[in-house]
């Protein structure tokens, strides 16, 4: 098994939806920071083994986007591409593909990443209006179509179906099932918004340090995410009302627009190889991607003392991953944990550091116990930067490989939860 290095990363700036990226398709800012990442590290004209990436957001016109994406940029129209889609793991699980192709030997270089826009959502068609339109495609004679036509109804014009941003087993939002979840642990309000603005603080803090000058290209009039707000206080998040809590927590609800990731669009990419390969073309090694593991948690079928909250699955995961390497969840100079909501984030923490939830769920004789907090995500996260679904993988991946870059030595913990009760972490090292 050959060593992964990651290479470099790049993303455009993340947009909250319907702002600045309102005209902009899945392809155009794939394509963006695609080149971006092809452009700063002269790829031009390059075959790669592979790009994999994906969108949670797709319209019927995205099909085979992502080769789509690499067919528009400067790399060698020779390099293979493929969509997949995991919800908010889709990033980081393409990371992981590619990975994993490299260490067996099958590819020397590829990318990684994700994409996704929520301004230039899919709309669908009323389900009766579908399906007598497709019964008038199938018919044979004027007669039939004639039938079929006489099925449709005005008011089928005017009843198009939206995305949803809810479990289909359940009925619930994300947003509702965290609502949950933080009542189960007993998160504080006080505690989400304390989590909200850090990450805008050290967002803020990252951009005036400069350090995201090499794995950000400007795009389309932002130089950095739009959601980021550098006077946000504590009295200003503590004014927000609850979001989520009409059906799960009526009137007793913590979780609000503060201290929950806002709808996003965006992507961002991730260049990984063998070190050969890296060796070959002079590009700096930033980390190296060593051990991942992924988890699904039953949300939905368990007797409701036994089931799971829908984004703890890395909570399950983690532990896993940490037995196969060998580590102590303490043993890491950096966690980025994904800020989907502040109350996942540390629902996640708290489960870790519970003897009884240890033992019970995930089988080990003790708590995993605390880490260190001024270790976590230290250069902001989702809260401030924006969740565009697929895109914030790779995002988390290059913040990461370039902070244990600079520290020249160490290890740092990725932590990602996603829809369907599902997880995806992995350990990067250098």
């Known amino acids: 098994m050959r060593r992964v290095a990651i290479v470099g990363g790049n993303r455009i700036p993340f947009a ?50 992502v080769r789509e994406a690499v067919l528009s940029t400067t790399l060698s129209p020779e390099t293979p591409a493929f969509d997949l889609q995991q919800a908010c793991g889709t ?5 992981l593909l590619v990975a994993h192709k490299i260490a067996v030997g099958q590819i020397d270089s590829g990318i990684a990443g994700g994409v996704d826009s929520t301004s230039d959502a899919p709309i669908a068609l009323n389900e009766k209006l579908r399906r007598t339109l497709l019964a008038m495609n199938r018919a044979r004679t004027w007669g039939q179509r004639l039938g079929a036509a006489m099925r449709l109804r005005p008011s ?15 009925g ?43 794995l950000m290209t400007p795009h389309q009039g932002l130089r950095e995410d739009n959601h980021l707000r550098r006077a946000l206080t504590l009295d200003q998040l503590a004014q927000l009302k609850p979001a989520f809590d009409r059906k799960v927590a009526p009137g007793e609800g913590t979780l609000t627009a503060g201290n929950s990731t806002p709808l996003t669009d965006g992507a961002s990419a991730v260049l990984l190889a063998s070190e050969a390969w890296a060796a070959e073309r002079g590009l700096p090694v930033l980390a190296y991607l060593s051990f991942s593991e992924v988890a699904a948690v039953d949300f939905c079928h368990a007797p409701p003392d036994k089931r799971e909250g829908l984004l703890m699955a890395p909570a399950y995961a983690v ?38 939830f240890c033992r019970e769920r995930l089988g080990l004789a003790q ?3 605390a880490i260190d907090r001024d270790k976590l995500n ?3 996260s989702s809260l401030a930067a924006g969740h565009p679904f697929a895109a914030t993988g790779a995002r988390i991946v290059a913040t990461l ?10 290890r740092g913990l990725i932590s990602i939860c996603a829809a369907g009760g599902q997880g995806v972490v992995a350990i990067l090292e250098k």
């Open 319 to 356: 532990p896993r991953m940490l037995a196969r390497a060998k580590l102590r969840l303490q043993d890491f100079d950096f966690y980025e944990i994904h800020e989907a909501f502040a109350a996942q984030v540390l629902c996640t923490l708290r489960a870790w550091e519970d003897p009884d």
């Open 378 to 380: 230290v250069m902001g």
């Open 367 to 369: 708590a995993l116990g």
């Open 172 to 214: 619930l939002s994300m947003g509702e099932h965290a609502e949950l979840m933080a009542r189960q642990w007993g998160i504080s309000r006080e505690s989400q918004d304390a989590l909200a603005l850090e990450s805008h603080q050290k967002l803020a803090r990252a951009y005036d340090q400069g350090f995201f000058n090499d």
């Open 156 to 170: 089928q014009f005017f009843q198009p179906v939206l995305p949803r941003n809810g479990e289909p087993r359940t």
């Open 16 to 65: 909250r939806s319907n702002t600045a990226y309102t005209q902009a398709s899945n392809m155009d800012l794939l394509v963006a920071a695609l080149q971006g990442l092809i452009d700063r590290h002269e790829l031009h004209g390059l075959r790669l083994g592979d790009v994999a990436a994906g969108a949670v957001m797709k319209h019927a016109r995205d099909f085979n986007l």
């Open 91 to 95: 990033g980081l699980e393409a990371t």
């Open 401 to 410: 490989a370039k902070l244990l870059s600079q520290k020249g030595h160490g």
